[in-house]
């Protein structure tokens, strides 16, 4: 059986008037990231880590922010079409580690939603999907609460394929 690894990352900034989602959970914050969906890097950063282990680019590439259609999606759907594309190419999920660096808000609380919502798209195992929160601890961007970054690594494994009967 192949498997493959693959990494993302993905960075926003903070900005006024946007909702804060992060692995498809709306997160109570007084802002929210800056991008053309819904700009939620936990999402993009496992697209980017996939897409990596499949050999098939990055986020950019398959959903371009020139690209109107995309405008405010929910990033959840751009993974679960990046999912689409793995399977297509003959593997499946076999584990997902993420670690999202966010000064505030404390996102401890939301973390079992994030995996939750993860594991279902991913189309795996709940225990097969982890994500950690860390704080900037005041230093950098994340420290100074500009933005919120995230980390995955990924890996995917070769889906067996049906075996013909023997005549």
Do not use: W
């Amino acid at each position: 059986m192949t498997i493959r690894v693959g990494c993302g990352y993905d960075v926003h900034q903070l900005v006024p008037g946007r909702k804060l989602v992060l692995g498809g959970v709306e997160i109570p914050h007084d802002r929210g990231l800056r991008g053309h969906s819904d700009a939620d890097v936990l999402a993009h950063a496992l697209c980017d880590a996939i897409l990596g282990a499949i050999g098939e680019g990055d986020l950019g590439q398959h959903f371009p922010d020139t690209d109107p259609h995309f405008r405010g999606i929910s990033s959840l759907t751009l993974l679960a079409e990046v999912v689409a594309l793995a399977r297509a190419r003959g593997f499946a999920i076999g584990n997902a580690d993420a670690t999202v660096l966010a000064e505030r808000p404390p996102l401890a609380p939301h973390l079992q939603d994030m995996v939750e919502h993860l594991a279902k798209v991913l189309q795996t195992e709940v225990g097969r999907v982890n994500v950690k929160a860390k704080r900037g601890e005041g230093v950098g961007f994340v420290g100074r609460q500009e933005g919120i970054a995230a980390y995955a690594v990924v890996t995917v494994q070769e889906i067996p394929a049906a075996h013909e009967p023997e005549e």
